[in-house]
């Protein structure tokens, strides 16, 4: 069964940094691709930031310059690093295996972790 557990999210002014963690468990990590995944309140679940099986990188133009994903195969886990935080990042994070389909991501599996609250003051 696989398993994502998110962290390290809080609450950060304006400019902030904060570093998110996401370990899964219950797959072979390495060769799946992996994304981040935001929703603000109101909103629908949009992809952030992604990393492939061979650590090639893309990210949504709001985020681009401010966030940097990363991953670490030994330990089954991804990262994401956000630097220069705005209050208009404020949402709940997940992480998510990936599928890459006709030019496009899509979460691998339907069920989410518990995500991780962000929330940033101005």
Known sequence: ????VESGGGLVQAGGSLRLSCAASGIIFSINHMGWYRQAPGKQR???ASITNRDSTNY???VKGRFTISRD????????Q???LKPEDTAVYYCNFLRYV????????????????VTVSS
């Open 1 to 4: 069964q696989v398993r994502l």
């Open 46 to 48: 949009e992809l952030v």
């Open 60 to 62: 949504v133009d709001s």
């Open 73 to 80: 195969n030994a330990k089954k886990t991804v990262y994401l």
């Open 82 to 84: 956000m630097n220069s």
């Open 102 to 117: 006709s030019g496009n991501y899509y979460p691998l599996f339907d069920s989410w972790g518990q995500g991780t609250q």
